[in-house]
Nanobody, 125 residues
Framework: QVQLVESGGGLVQAGGSLRLSCAVS????????MGWFRQAPGKERAFVAA???????YYADSVKGRFTISKDNTKNTVYLQMNSLKPEATAVYYC???????????????????WGQGTQVTVSS
């Protein structure tokens, strides 16, 4: 049974940085696209970043140049380095795994079949 466990969330001031981690177990890590999404209160879950099985990276326009997604295949872990954080980044952040054969695109939460429990990120102004 696949398990995704996020960590690294917390409270940070605007302009600060956080690094989120997502450890994956129970499934071959290297064949899947890994994504990060976030959900603020009262809003839909939104795409943040994704990294393909061969390491191609994709970002939402709102985080380009400030967030970096990476992965360590030896540790079955994906990371999200978040710099220059803004108050509007406050949300629960989720990592997710997407099969190569999934319908839809990496932008769509519905194309991911496994999710972590989420980690809270709060950015104070």
């Amino acid at each position: 049974q696949v398990q995704l466990v996020e960590s690294g969330g917390g409270l940070v001031q605007a302009g600060g940085s956080l690094r989120l981690s997502c450890a994956v177990s129970g499934r071959a890590f290297t064949v899947y696209t890994m994504g990060w999404f976030r959900q603020a209160p009262g809003k839909e879950r939104a795409f943040v970043a994704a990294i393909s099985r061969i390491g191609n990276t994709y970002y939402a326009d709102s985080v380009k140049g400030r967030f970096t997604i990476s992965k360590d295949n030896t540790k079955n872990t994906v990371y999200l380095q978040m710099n220059s954080l803004k108050p509007e980044a406050t949300a629960v952040y989720y990592c997710a795994q997407r099969r190569p054969t999934s319908a839809g695109t990496y932008l769509q939460p519905t194309s991911y079949d496994s999710w972590g429990q989420g980690t809270q990120v709060t950015v104070s102004s």
